[in-house]
């Protein structure tokens, strides 16, 4: 269990002090998956180099159990929390198998030899990044998206009580973040570690965090589930000051638009739902009810498919051509 | 290692290619034994095998001719070239690791360049003292000597290490060769303020050179390597966290700090003491890390660090061995021999991976 009690993480130089997180308290559970969002310059980093111990803290504790991560020996600080930074790893000869024991550093002798209980490590850390079958592949030769693996994985070997993860995403593509985000929660409940991930993606912190750490720019920690989040509009504060707009039905983020017109949709299903997206997307609000001067759009359900009325127009035959026509 | 259950049998643990660096040291011990062989029995001047192996087992007649010239000239020159360039080899190794680029080496960084200047600057000095320079001739110039290029090197490798926290690796890699030359240029400056008589003494010593170098020279050039490539390859563990860059390494708990200033010290005193014995040798110490990382496939530094210890040594010989062979018309020179087996290595890394970091 990770304790974080009355943690204040900034720098200080001479007497002056520069705090970037004020005083917080909060848990972790092993095996929980934590999400550290908020915009750029909040002191997501910060806050991570702090809780892992590399930075002092301005005041507070952090408590890996029972042990203060601030008062342990590097070497025993390292053997129980590891990190993936956001600086690329460039060593293109190491084989991502060596990769992932030099995460065993803190754990071996003088001249890093690896017993056998280390080699077991390594391969059940592989096996749960999922990136066993990369293993054998000098990191050279790898996709960005194996690399990270590599490093989940490198980070693991090292530690299973705490994972630190400064936006271990950011560099993939969509499929392979979701692919990354999938691996990360199945590993925490697995091996039973602590992870905190800073990231960017809003929409793949609301569905996979066990925990949200919401961090606004200059204000307090909100810790809570992220549905909790949402519904207190936490989630919506936390952004709004970056001029994107949340919306607590969707679960969806939206770019405000000033032109903001209203449409009439009439119609039903799928095609309703992705009609009324398109029309979001394109600048207008979309209404249910008729108005004087509001534009109408109906989806029907025709014998040749779907097609989309402009108010008493012909029938339209796609999304694109219904959008063109609008002004 | 046997692969757990349930997953691709990995036939690229860290054991399944665990063979070929294991004969790649090898091969290379063999070879620097042939190459130390060969300096002491080719040279100039023909002495019989058995003659040499006789004074080897300490059974020659002391006023043989050719025991006297294996013993004053050859053999102390095979040592100098081994531990010299072992020095290059290793010392380069442990730059490009620590600078985490692939083309740093205590030459092409103007730390050799550095040593230099220290020992032109302990010359000078010597010299306004009204002394006789006594470097070549006792153990107390010896130390000397290589104090003042230890701290010449020392100096370089400091300034050089804050540079590179400012500035881009191949803007350091300028930087450094433009510290060569500005220390060249220091250098001879500094040896016009000398009186000619004993400036001459150094005007060998301008070119890269294992030769000259005595048994007096030998007893404070030889603890230093040995002490420098000892401490070095105690560092093996740390050295490959460094691979991950410096917060990785703090993070896995390798004292970070600590494990710099002993690798950098380190390089100061064998780098420092070998340039001021044998002058500036170029290229070596960017070329044979390379060719040891393509010949032992890995970037492990428990194995490339002694093998690049060992073809360091080996190249040096052989280099050497190439500048007095018998039958040549002029004498060739170390640095002519160095750029041309190590100039194309440079070239080929740079068109190769340009941003290795």
């Not at chain 1, 809570?224 to 207190?232: C, M, N, Q, R």
């Not at chain 2, 003292?129 to 107390?140: D, E, K, N, T, Y």
Request: one cysteine or more; a positive charge; charged letters at 20%.
């Amino acid at each position: 269990m990770l304790r974080v009690d009355a943690l204040v993480a900034g720098y200080r130089s001479g007497a002056t002090q520069r705090i970037v997180v004020p005083a917080l308290s909060t848990t972790v559970r092993p095996g929980h998956l934590v999400c550290l969002l908020g915009p750029n310059g909040a002191g997501k980093s910060t806050l991570m180099h702090t809780i892992g111990g590399s930075l002092a803290p301005l005041a507070g504790r952090v408590w890996l159990g029972d042990r203060d991560l601030h008062a342990l020996a590097p070497r025993a600080r390292a053997q129980s929390v590891a990190i993936v930074t956001t600086e690329r790893v460039t060593a293109p000869l190491l084989t991502g198998w060596q990769l992932v024991a030099l995460g065993r550093q803190p754990h071996t002798g003088w001249f890093g030899t690896l017993t056998d209980e280390d080699r077991a490590r390594v391969d059940h850390a592989l096996r749960l990044a999922a990136a066993t079958d990369v293993a054998p592949r000098p990191i050279g030769d790898l996709s960005d998206g194996e690399r990270q693996r590599l490093l989940l994985a490198r980070a693991l070997a090292q530690s299973d009580q705490l994972l630190l993860l400064d936006e271990l995403t950011a560099f993939l593509d969509l499929p392979r973040r979701v692919d990354v985000m999938r691996v990360l929660r199945q590993l925490a409940r697995e091996s039973g570690c602590a992870v905190v991930l800073s990231t960017h993606d809003l929409d793949l912190a609301l569905r996979t965090a066990d925990r949200l750490w919401l961090l606004p720019r200059g204000g307090p920690l909100q810790v809570g589930a992220p549905e909790d989040l949402v519904l207190s509009g936490a989630f919506r504060d936390a952004f709004a000051a970056d001029g994107i707009e949340f919306d607590a039905h969707d679960g969806a983020f939206r770019l405000p638009d000033a032109r903001v017109r209203a449409v009439s949709l009439e119609g039903e299903g799928l095609a309703l739902r992705w009609t009324a997206r398109a029309l979001e997307r394109a600048g207008f609000r979309v209404q249910s009810q008729r108005g004087d001067q509001v534009r109408r759009v109906r989806v029907v359900a025709a014998r040749e498919g779907t097609r989309w009325q402009l108010d008493d127009g012909a029938p339209l035959a796609s999304i694109a051509e219904l959008i063109d026509g609008l002004p | 290692m046997t692969a757990p259950s349930g997953v691709l049998p990995i036939t690229a643990s860290p054991s399944g290619t665990a063979r070929r660096p294991q004969v790649v040291l090898l091969l290379l011990v063999a070879l620097l034994v042939m190459a130390f062989a060969a300096e002491l029995l080719m040279g100039t001047v023909a002495i019989a095998p058995a003659d040499v192996l006789a004074l080897l087992m300490g059974r020659a007649d002391a006023d043989d001719t050719g025991a006297l010239i294996v013993r004053t000239v050859r053999l102390p020159r095979a040592l100098t070239a081994a531990l010299g360039g072992a020095t290059l080899g290793g010392s380069g190794l442990l730059l490009q690791t620590l600078f985490r680029n692939r083309l740093a080496g205590p030459w092409i960084l103007g730390v050799t360049g550095g040593a230099r200047v220290g020992v032109a600057v302990w010359i000078v000095l010597v010299s306004l003292a009204g002394s006789f320079v006594p470097a070549r001739l006792g153990i107390g110039g010896s130390i000397g000597v290589a104090l003042a290029a230890g701290c010449g090197a020392a100096a370089t490798l400091a300034f050089m290490a804050i540079a590179a926290r400012r500035i881009g690796s191949v803007s350091l890699l300028i930087l450094g060769l433009m510290l060569t030359f500005l220390a060249g240029g220091l250098t001879s400056v500094l040896l016009h303020l000398v009186p000619e008589d004993q400036g001459r003494v150094w005007e060998a010593w301008n070119d890269g050179n294992f030769g000259g170098v005595t048994w007096a020279n030998l007893r404070i050039l030889a603890p230093l390597v040995l002490l420098g490539l000892g401490s070095a390859l105690l560092l093996v563990k740390p050295l490959d966290a460094f691979q991950l860059g410096e917060r990785y390494a703090e993070s896995m708990g390798v004292p970070v700090r600590r494990v710099r200033q002993i690798a950098l010290c380190a390089v100061s005193a064998m780098a420092g003491a070998v340039t001021a014995f044998c002058g500036v040798v170029a290229f070596l110490d960017v070329a044979v890390p390379q060719l040891a990382r393509g010949l032992c496939r890995t970037s492990e530094h428990r194995v490339l660090l002694p093998a690049a210890m060992l073809l360091g040594a080996a190249m040096a010989l052989c280099a050497d061995l190439l500048t007095h062979l018998p039958g040549g018309n002029r004498i060739l020179h170390l640095n002519a021999i160095a750029a041309v087996i190590g100039a194309p290595v440079v070239i080929w890394i740079v068109f190769r991976r340009p941003d290795d970091g």
